[in-house]
């Protein structure tokens, strides 16, 4: 009933890219293994309800761990609330495992604290806060202290995802562009160490060179071993470093290979 | 020296402001609510250690913590029930009804119990540095309970200005009142945040009042008027900015003691408001107001 | 009529409470509440409908009962005729210090007008002749009557009319297109100055009748009570009177009458609710906020609403209605042949329309706009593009109006309208929408558009006593929805629709507006492909009626529809040109596309 999918071994995440994926360990261990590893995320019978409006409805589908998988649809029809009650924001009904640990429905912090990362449409940043200290929250999740947030591997990694904004970090973050912004939410997004780093509608309102400026750096994300989702209404770019879609129209879900 | 002496008195009273004001900014900061009771608390907590230590002949200590005590409990309970109802609940509200008004009720209901059990005359929890007045370079005078209410203004500026810029659970406080849901997909439990800071702002504003109170006599009604200039204060810092708050409290106070002393005892005052209203409504972006608020 | 129904409803309550209970202690409250009636409705208008948060009345209420306190005690004036008198003396005063305070908006209004009770406090507790910190007495009643009794009956007549009055004028103002302009300006005061609305008059105008409002509540007072405490312009009294009118309902007027009768019939109720009157409103404020942020009011309206739907709805089988359905969401932009309205008069291609000489525009030290010179001609669709921060939205404000450039000059038809304001370019027929959508939240689709085909701008607020046109606003509005497929969700509420129809909404209102320019930020955002062709054929549509400047990210839609296309980088304009010239261009390529090469080459 819980269809495991894992992806064709082998297939590239990011075709034309150099680097190419038939070495990454992950798809190696998926290759080889004999029993399937637990999925980064299995979703069964999700329905989420906006009073009486039903906004995603039985969803049932699931994601290997080190998969780009990208959820594609009209807009308005359940994505980013098929998002939201994965990561826990919305009320839900159904059963959302990730990496095999069952999530309890309406806690926030839950998702969080288990390796899936949100980077909501649009961004939700801080305005009055500058750059920094939003980048510097994405590490709340794991840690409490500053001064280990400061030092921490995925706080430095997170800063170098965007170099060209190295200058820019101390500025409020209500006051850089809408891709500067976009940006600072993947960063921040990235500072918390996620094994899942779900990101919906990453190029909304962005123009066409930022927008391929996100990309690469979501398949960097990718290459690196984070699994990776993304939401976006036009299928084109995201399958550029997708290898695995699932669509949803209507609030249904139709899980294409 | 008059004029040394008229600061000294009007940082006295402009501490008092600002600790205050303070308050009402940093609540706001996580909320987007103001605490237009936060008088209230202060006035709860000095009537009611008097009342402990002086009527019912408690011991000091026991009193401040008995009555501390209270006031958490009351804040936590207000803010578990009536405040969630209001922000989380099914009929989620925003705008100038929840920004005012429920604190305001709750302003109500505060001076109501205090009115019964402390009765309608005018008391002051007792001093607690005993002794006259110090005398500073020979002219100077000021009140040992002025001391402690500058140093406690000092010390609660200081402390949330280090919470907020150098801890992370300080930015992740901020991030609650600039941006609910972004501070909830970061692990944020806005819902704790916004609580704690409402006991914590009430706890001060009691333990506030406790240590001011020798200064000004408190009665029932004395939590409307503190709480007022709370706002005036907090508003001249721009609700947001706690830092601005205790300047911009320090500020109208000295200017107070300033036009009470060279202008008139009498008008001193009205004098005052119409010099504030002239701040507004001449330079607003100077004085700190966002052009508009919400709802 | 609505009007009619409310004042009649208060005249009949009114009559009938006087008469029955006369000198009573009943009635002696009743006549003291509709006094403060008098004033919350006022308020209802002024601080609930158009929420400005204004503090002020209470000192007004007391210039009232002063004022005829005075004229009675110095100059014998009957108390009935002084009520005019000082109604004018406060509408003057009101006028003067309003010119000032409403400059002000939000926050600085309230802390400005809350400085207005405290600065009267002072003044009263110290001036002499108005009694000091006590109060001033005074002999005159409303209705000099022969006997206690019927001293009683005419004060409590008497006042029922004035409240009679208040309500009638104050519903008709909220119920006319003035109040479809005052509930937009209480929303959004900037949105509202875009779409013509004159503010800052009408704050002005909202402020004296809220103090001339206070002021008859006051002169009532001063000639029922027959005495005038100086606790009558105290903050608490002001705080006293923000409890009637939340308690009863900040936005109906009605709602703030009952709320004021309630509250002082608590104050008398018992010795036990006197004595724990504090703690009583208290619990009452919470409790009913929390049941309805709009007081009694809201709660009376959702259960007859909910007895209204209950009667009417009961399907024949039984089935509830409200099975969860999987729903389709409606697609933004309709499928039916549209029809976009013409502007007034026919638009000449040859004509110059818009002309932006020289703007340039520094933000502290930051220049947003350098040098920027364009022309429109009447019609056609112009494309406006460039990286994020290059100043297009800058250059669409300064062109709207809501922002005034540093240099420059900005020519409509010839005439320099550099400095003129947003609601004065909209009557010269431009008209905008913004990045983020700025609707009137719970008011319905056709509402909001009306707003934009108000002809109420140039009338003053009390014209409206008289005659309304929201019938024909509205009207206006039904024919835009009409023509562009959109009627079935004209009568929906707006919050009720998603984003893409909301924008859809907003791209309605500028269109309604019948504009000889239309500005349009990043009316594709958010739209999917489908949604995107449907808009670019519409626009093309609009291009060739008038003149539509279009700031855009998606490069293929503005390519595809505009006749010209200008690119802003860094402040400066560096390309004026039609699309083929457009796609190929090695400085828009290097502006737009490759500014951020990409780390590694990425494949489609």
């Known amino acids: 009933m819980n269809p495991v999918n894992p992806a064709a071994p082998g297939s590239p995440a990011a075709p034309g890219s150099p680097a190419g994926s038939a070495t990454r360990a992950g798809s190696a261990t998926r290759a080889g293994s004999a029993t399937p590893a637990a999925p980064a995320l299995a979703v069964r019978g999700l329905s989420v309800a906006y009073g009486d ?152 309102g962005l123009a066409e060179a930022v927008a391929r400026r996100v990309y690469a750096a979501l398949a960097e994300i990718h290459e690196a071993g984070t699994t990776l989702i993304v939401v976006e209404e036009a299928p084109k770019r995201a399958l550029t470093i997708c290898n695995r879609r699932v669509e949803v129209r209507n609030g249904v879900v139709l899980d294409t290979p | 020296m008059k004029l040394g002496n008229l600061i000294i008195a009007g940082l006295t009273t ?184 409402f006991v914590g702002t009430a706890v001060i504003a009691a333990v506030f009042g406790i240590v001011e109170s020798p200064i000004t006599g408190f009665t029932y009604l004395s939590g409307a008027t503190i709480s007022l200039t709370g706002f005036i204060a907090a508003a001249y810092g721009g609700f947001r900015k706690p830092g601005r708050a205790l300047l911009a409290g320090l500020a109208i106070g000295i200017l107070e003691a300033l036009l009470g002393g060279y202008v008139s005892a009498e008008y001193g005052d009205t004098v005052l408001y119409a010099i504030l209203a002239a701040l507004v409504l001449g330079w607003p972006r100077a004085m700190g107001f966002e052009s508009a608020v919400s709802g | 009529m609505k009007a009619l129904r409310s004042t009649g409803l208060v005249v009949v309550a009114g009559v009938v409470v006087v008469l029955v209970f006369g000198q009573q202690y009943a009635g002696s409250v009743f006549v003291l509440a509709v006094c403060y009636a008098i004033v919350t409705a006022g308020m209802a208008v002024q601080l609930g409908f158009s929420q400005q948060i204004v503090f002020s009345q209470c000192v007004f209420m007391g210039a009232g009962a002063y004022g005829v306190a005075l004229l009675n005690t110095h100059f014998s004036m009957p108390s009935l005729l002084a009520t005019p008198v000082v109604m004018v003396g406060c509408g003057v005063a009101a006028l003067l210090l309003g010119s000032v305070v409403t400059r002000a908006s939000g926050l600085a209004l309230a802390v400005a007008t809350l400085m207005l009770p405290l600065i009267a406090t002072g003044y009263v507790s110290s001036a002499g002749y108005l009694g000091g910190s006590v109060g001033a007495p005074l002999t005159g009643n409303l209705w000099n009557g022969s006997s206690t009794e019927s001293v009683a009956i005419g004060n409590g007549l008497i006042t029922v009319a004035f409240l009679a009055v208040a309500v009638f004028v104050a519903v008709r103002i909220l119920s006319s297109d003035i109040g479809l302009e005052l509930y937009a300006l209480g929303a959004d005061e900037r949105t509202a100055a875009a779409m013509g609305i004159r503010t800052p008059r009408r ?351 998606d490069l293929d839609l503005v390519a595809q529809v505009s006749q010209r296309i200008f690119v802003l980088a860094g402040g400066r304009l560096v390309f004026d040109a039609g699309p083929a010239e457009f796609r190929v261009s090695p400085l828009v390529n290097s502006l737009l596309i490759g500014e951020f090469a990409p780390r590694r080459p990425l494949g489609g």
């Open chain 1, 53 to 204: 409006m039903v906004a995603v409805h039985d969803a049932t589908f699931s994601i290997a761990a080190g998969e780009a998988c990208a959820i594609t649809g009209p807009n308005g029809n359940g994505k980013s609330s098929l998002l939201m009650g994965i990561a826990g924001l919305i009320r839900r009904r159904g059963r959302v495992e990730i990496f095999g640990a069952v999530a309890p429905s309406g806690d926030v912090r839950w998702a969080a604290r288990h390796g899936l990362t949100l980077v909501p449409e649009r961004r939700q940043l801080y305005p009055g806060l500058s750059a920094l200290d939003n980048i510097m929250l994405g590490c709340y999740c794991w840690t409490s202290s500053l001064r280990r947030a400061r030092n921490s591997r995925p706080f430095g990694t997170a800063i170098d995802l965007f170099p060209e904004l190295k200058g820019q970090l101390r500025q409020q973050a209500g006051t850089l562009s809408g891709g500067q912004q976009q940006m600072v939410a993947i960063m921040r997004g990235l500072a918390s160490d996620p094994k899942i780093l779900a990101v919906d509608e990453p190029c909304l």
């Open chain 2, 14 to 197: 402009g501490s008092i402001y600002a600790v205050f004001a303070v308050c009402v900014s940093v609540w706001y900061r996580v909320s987007n609510i103001l605490n237009l009771a936060v008088g209230d608390f202060a006035m709860a907590g000095a009537l009611g250690v008097d009342n402990l230590y002086r009527v019912k002949s408690w011991p000091l200590p026991a009193a401040i913590a008995a009555t501390l005590a209270v006031v958490i409990v009351f804040a936590y309970l207000y803010d578990l029930v009536v405040l969630r109802l209001a922000q989380d609940g099914p009929r989620r509200q925003e705008g100038i009804v929840i920004t005012f008004f429920f604190t305001f009720a709750l302003s109500f209901f505060i001076d109501g119990v205090a009115k019964i059990l402390f009765g309608t005359d005018v008391h002051a929890a007792p001093a607690l540095w005993n002794g006259g007045s110090l005398t500073v370079a020979s002219s100077l005078h000021i009140e040992r309970a002025g001391v402690l209410v500058l140093a406690c203004a000092l010390i609660i500026g200081s402390a949330f200005w280090l919470y907020i810029r150098y801890t992370l659970g300080g930015k992740a406080m901020e991030a609650c009142g600039e941006n609910p849901l972004g501070a909830r997909i970061a692990g944020i439990d806005t819902r704790r945040y916004r609580r704690h800071i």
């Open chain 3, 203 to 553: 704050k002005l105008e909202l402020f004296v009748l809220g103090s001339v409002f206070a002021a008859v509540g006051g002169a009532a007072y001063a000639g029922t009570q027959l005495f005038v405490p100086a606790t009558l312009v105290d903050p608490t009294a002001e705080l006293a009177l923000l409890i009637m009118l939340f308690v009863g309902g900040r936005r109906s007027v009605l709602g703030a009458v009952v709320g004021a009768v309630v509250i002082q019939y608590l104050y008398g109720a018992s010795s036990w609710v006197s004595v724990n009157i504090l703690i009583i409103e208290g619990i009452l404020l919470t409790v009913v906020l929390l049941v309805d942020p709009e007081g009694l009011a809201g709660i009376l309206a959702s259960l007859l609403r909910r007895l209204g739907a209950s009667t009417h709805a009961t399907p024949a089988t039984g089935v509830p209605a409200t099975t969860p359905v999987v729903v389709a969401i409606p697609r933004a932009i309709p499928s039916a042949p549209f029809d976009p309205p013409t502007p007034s008069t026919p638009a000449d291609p040859d004509h110059t329309l818009l002309t932006c000489a020289g703007l340039g525009k520094e933000y502290g030290g930051l220049t947003v706009l350098d040098d920027v010179t364009l022309a429109l001609p009447a019609r056609g669709l112009f494309g406006l593009c460039g990286p994020n921060g290059a100043g297009k939205s800058t250059l669409l404000n300064i062109i709207g109006g809501s922002v005034a450039p540093s240099r420059g000059r900005v020519l409509l038809d010839g005439a320099d309208v550099t400095r003129l304001p947003p609601q004065l370019r909209f009557g010269l027929g431009v008209s905008r929408t913004f990045q983020t959508v700025h609707l009137i939240r719970d008011r319905s689709v056709l509402d909001n558009v009306a707003v934009a085909c108000l002809t109420s701008h140039r009338s003053s607020i009390v014209s409206r006593i008289a005659r309304s046109a929201l019938a024909q606003a509205r009207a206006s509005a039904a024919d835009t929805l009409d023509r562009l497929g959109m009627a079935a969700m004209s009568g929906r509420d707006v919050s009720s629709l998603t984003l893409e129809s909301q924008r859809m909404v907003e791209l309605a209102r500028a269109i309604a507006a019948r504009p000889r320019l239309l500005l349009l930020d990043e009316p594709a955002s958010g739209l999917s492909e489908q949604q995107r062709h449907r808009l670019g054929e519409l626009l093309r549509e609009f291009g060739d009626m008038t003149c539509v400047l279009l700031v855009e990210h």
